[in-house]
């Protein structure tokens, strides 16, 4: 046991601990540089090997006695005898063979030479490139080494700092730019977590104070009476339930940025219809009158958030208009996306302010005291519901005063459109009591996504119609 653990121990020594990118780097640059050496060398040697073996050839060829270097037959001046002798042709053939011999021994101890002197200087360059490559690796990694370095010292306390690190337009340059986006979008999303915790303290505390506040000065009136203790409850029970729209609409809104959890297909035309039926006292309140043109918009998702984007933006479009204003609401498909649609009257909005209305706990009015109602959530939990659904918003302030938003859902492919009932065209319009709506058919739609059923619908003093209409046809 000991001598395995032992073994293990040796091995874990030998081997490398941390193969980094600069090693990497090194071999590779060093093992592209030698390999190349390597075949330049292999085709250099048997180039010249070739070459030089041609050469002795050919120099061989050229000694006396050879048939090659045997001169053209001449004719001797007159007088003269031509002599030959057999024996002096076998002692050149014997010379030239050992001239050959000893040629080519020659060559091949050359040749050896070369080889040997070659290995050496590949091994010389190979141990001088390694060093080159380390060098040069750990220069094109020095601005990483200082991105590293620069990134590990930021944290929440200091996202505002940034790496800003000089140089040409290159790959590493980019590199740095996106981390610099990246910690100045941290930035600005630690800002939105801070801002969003100091506000929501600051809406939840506020109504605890108060109540506690009237609770101490009931308590100090020795004159209070039964009257005044059911107005002090009354009082909690009003401010208790503005709590609880406070703490259901940060749920709401921290469901909706955690994503989806359900995925099924709805008709955003069938929700909108829903919500349009549902009782509206700022319609009698205001005198409004609204007007909407509901067509079949078939998406997929959450249906009970859908439900709660379009409760939002007509809850919006209603409380923040003025006297005899309008309200118009819109669903129809267009682009391959299902869109709803709302437009209201009401007071002017700075194109600048559009942005900060979807914040949490952004209101028109930045006074609090002002506001018995909402607590600036609506439109940012509008937005935290389209993220979720891959809905895009966009919002358009008028000229004259009121807000567009229009909100587009990705559409329900064709293959799930066959599941839905989609409803048919509407043209629907409420008003306050006392103003007829000329209809040649009316319907009374429940919330319940599906059903209708004919003839009208009463809450308290307010009359709802729904007014079919052909297609194309709009209401004056």
């Known amino acids: 046991m000991n001598l395995t653990v032992r073994l293990r121990t040796v091995t874990s020594a030998l081997r490398l601990q941390r193969r980094t990118v600069r090693l990497r780097l090194t071999l590779l640059y060093s093992g592209l540089f030698l390999g190349a050496a390597a075949g330049l060398l292999t085709i250099t040697y048997f180039l010249a090997r070739s070459a030089s073996s041609g050469g002795i050839t050919k120099s061989l060829l050229a000694q006396p006695g050879s048939p090659a270097s045997k001169p053209a037959a001449t004719r001797l001046p007159t007088g003269f005898v031509k002599f030959s002798s057999p024996g002096l042709s076998s002692v050149q053939s014997a010379l030239k063979q050992k001239l050959k011999a000893q040629a080519f021994a020659a060559h091949s101890i050359d040749m050896h030479e070369v080889l040997v002197w070659s290995g050496v200087a590949l091994a010389f360059m190979a141990v001088l490139t390694i060093a080159l490559g380390w060098l040069v690796a750990g220069r094109v990694l020095r601005p990483l080494r200082t991105m590293s370095n620069a990134t590990q010292q930021i944290t929440e306390h200091n996202l505002h700092d940034r790496l800003a690190l000089p140089g040409p ?137 859908a439900e709660r984007l379009v409760t939002n933006l007509l809850d919006n479009a209603l409380r923040h208009n003025v006297a005899s204003g309008h309200v118009n609401v819109v669903t129809r498909t267009e682009s391959a996306r299902a869109v709803l649609a709302i437009a209201n009257d009401g007071p002017i909005i700075r194109p600048e302010d559009l942005d900060r209305l979807f914040e949490p706990f952004q209101r028109l009015d930045t006074d609090r005291a002002t506001h018995a109602e909402g607590h600036g959530l609506g439109l940012s939990i509008v937005r935290a519901i389209a993220d979720a659904h891959r809905a895009t918003v966009s919002a358009v302030a008028g000229p004259e005063g009121g807000l567009s938003v229009a909100v587009s859902f990705p559409l329900l492919p064709a293959r799930l459109n066959h599941r839905q009932h989609p409803t048919k065209d509407l043209d629907l319009r409420v008003r306050s009591e006392g103003s007829a709506l000329p209809h040649s058919s009316s319907a009374n739609i429940h919330r319940r996504a599906g059903r209708s059923d004919r003839g009208r619908r009463t809450w308290g003093a307010r009359r709802l119609s729904i007014d079919r209409a052909p297609r194309g046809r709009r209401w004056r």
Do not use: C, W, Y
Not at 281 to 291: A, K, V
């Open 169 to 305: 337009s290159d790959e590493i340059k980019d590199l740095a730019d996106t981390i610099d986006g990246l910690l100045q979008r941290l930035e600005a999303a630690f800002d939105a977590q801070r801002g969003f915790v100091a506000n929501a303290s600051h809406e939840l505390r506020t109504p605890l104070t108060l109540n506690r506040a009237l609770l101490e000065v009931t308590l100090a009136d020795p004159h209070a009476t039964v009257d005044d203790l059911r107005a002090m409850s009354q009082e909690l029970i009003d401010s208790g339930e503005q709590q609880e729209r406070l703490i259901e609409a940060l749920l709401t809104l921290a469901t909706s940025a955690r994503g989806l959890e359900r995925h099924e297909p709805f008709d955003l035309g069938a929700i909108t219809t829903g919500v349009l039926l549902a009782p509206h006292p700022e319609i009698d309140e205001l005198g409004l009158d609204l007007q909407s043109r509901i067509s079949p918009a078939p998406a997929v998702g959450d249906p009970r958030l």
